[in-house]
């Protein structure tokens, strides 16, 4: 898991690129922001967004509708494996598109990606993940470019996002949601 690169289509690859600065076409220059550059690199927006799609429930299928794409390469998933293998387990734990008991949350989030007699599971588990990527990669773009134009604009979103994120998460307590999954 999380060991070969991995691609992002369509408008879902357009707005990654959007939102990474590392990556972003040579021709933009900082007078000319044609990019919010909010992330460093790609590998950080993928990660970011896992958890967007999450708490704002948001999911969303592979765009076929361009030919856009960009590429997350083995190295930087390399780098950063422990990470997305917790937001891989913590979407599985916390996912509510279907109706699970906790135990069979339990089962694919820590034990379907390491049986072979259960790829086919781990592999729509995957999709599921890759869902709730794609949805918050949707959310991002659509909150931190909304009403945007220069540099000083996007840091100005970041900052409200980020303040607006900070306060929905204290008044939702995850670590509660996974207690109730553990008894």
Do not use: W
């Amino acid at each position: 898991m999380f060991e070969n690169d991995y691609t992002i289509y369509g408008k879902h690859a357009t707005f990654l690129k959007f939102l990474a600065k590392k990556n972003s076409r040579d021709d933009q220059s900082p007078d000319n922001p044609s990019a919010a550059r909010i992330f460093e690199r790609y590998i950080d927006v993928y990660m970011n967004a896992a958890v967007f799609g999450l708490l704002y429930s948001r999911t969303a299928k592979r765009d076929t509708t361009s030919v856009d794409r960009a590429r997350i390469y083995a190295d930087a998933f390399a780098k950063e494996r422990d990470n997305c293998i917790f937001l891989y387990r913590m979407v599985m734990l916390l996912d509510k598109t279907v109706e699970l008991t906790p135990e069979e949350r339990i089962n694919r989030a820590f034990r379907y990606d390491v049986q072979p007699e259960k790829e086919e599971e781990f592999q729509r588990n995957l999709e599921l993940f890759h869902d709730y990527v794609r949805g918050g990669i949707e959310a991002m773009y659509e909150q931190f470019t909304d009403g945007c134009q220069t540099q000083d604009d996007y840091l100005s979103k970041i900052y409200e996002v980020m303040t607006t994120f900070k306060k929905e998460l204290e008044g939702v307590s995850y670590a509660n949601e996974i207690a109730k999954l553990i008894k």
